[in-house]
């Protein structure tokens, strides 16, 4: 209780959680607020278009004089193709949410159990484990995502028999470089912890290891881990709009901020002698991306302030 006082009292906490309520409720309610077309309803995710005009539209004021906005009328206006972008904001929040949970949900899952083999065991275990984590992690983020998106996608491989979707891909991709820094994480504090009195009692008692790792070392180990979970949402979401941006995105139509922001490059100079002419195609997603992030680093800094004290600011 005494931690969630201070997490609530804290202002960079609170303003996390507002921020990430408000990202949340656009993704919950994204039916609501950006209909799909009901010839579409399958496809939630794919943004309508109104024509094929290369140029943009600017955005339509009088579309704000309802609630929810009708998207029909272009609030945030169309990018090239014509394509919606409130449309596309809207839905792109809740595949913000769904690639930034789902990756660093399975990642720290696959870390937990790896980094706690290896430091619970030690001996061969631990050195098979983290030999294979450093191998991986000699190889850049970043690099090593693209050539996993590029392999996953090319229609001749099929893996168990199944071929992936750009943003399956994506998911993968990041999901397998994210659990590396979790499994090294986890273990040093398994290392650290597995040593304490209480462990020992534990272990002196005839407890299993199953239920020490579960009961004792894990519980008193993983802050670190959720600290740096709730500041990796955030930066996988960035990543994969990095990705989008170089054309390894789900698809044009795809509702994602990156690929919004990828398709809209031609128009980032403007028009006329006029470099804002055009300042919706870019500057709306970038505002967008920008604040997503800034909502779990600002909840990630609160989460390390107050649970570890070491790191407290002064």
Do not use: C
Not at 45 to 61: A, E, I, K, N, W
Not at 137 to 159: D, E, K, M
Not at 209 to 236: E, F
Not at 237 to 245: D, G, N, P, Q, T
């Amino acid at each position: 209780m005494k931690q969630a006082r201070r997490f609530l009292q804290n202002p960079l906490s609170l303003s996390g959680i507002v921020l990430i309520i408000f990202f949340a409720l656009i993704a919950i309610f994204a039916p609501w607020l950006a209909p799909p077309d009901p010839l579409r309803a399958h496809e939630p995710y794919r943004m309508p278009r109104d024509g094929f005009s290369l140029q943009p539209r600017p955005p339509q004021m009088d579309a704000w004089k309802t609630f929810p906005p009708d998207w029909h009328k272009h609030p945030f206006g169309t990018m090239e193709g014509q394509y919606d972008i409130y449309y596309g904001i809207v839905w792109g929040a809740r595949n913000a949410f769904r690639i930034g949970v789902v990756v660093v949900g399975i990642a720290v899952l696959i870390g937990i159990i790896t980094g706690s083999l290896s430091g619970y065991f030690g001996g061969w275990v631990d050195q098979s484990l983290m030999r294979l984590v450093d191998i991986l992690l000699s190889f850049p983020t970043i690099i090593l995502a693209i050539v996993l998106v590029t392999v996953l996608t090319n229609p001749g491989v099929r893996i168990f028999g199944l071929s992936f979707d750009r943003l399956t891909a994506l998911i993968i991709a990041f999901t397998f470089t994210q659990w590396l820094s979790y499994a090294r994480l986890i273990r040093g504090e398994i290392l650290s912890v597995k040593e304490k009195d209480f462990i020992q009692a534990a272990q002196a008692v005839g407890a299993g290891h199953l239920r020490i790792i579960t009961m004792h070392i894990l519980p008193n180990s993983i802050y670190p881990v959720l600290i740096a979970a709730s500041l990796d949402i955030g930066s996988v979401v960035l990543s994969v709009a990095a990705l989008s941006f170089l054309g390894l995105g789900p698809g044009t139509d795809f509702a994602d901020w990156g690929q919004i922001i990828s398709y809209s490059r031609e128009w980032i100079l403007g028009a006329h002698g006029n470099p804002f002419h055009y300042w919706y195609v870019i500057i709306i997603p970038s505002v967008a991306i920008t604040l997503f992030v800034l909502a779990w680093n600002l909840l990630g800094d609160a989460f390390r302030d107050i649970l570890d004290p070491r790191l407290k600011r002064r």
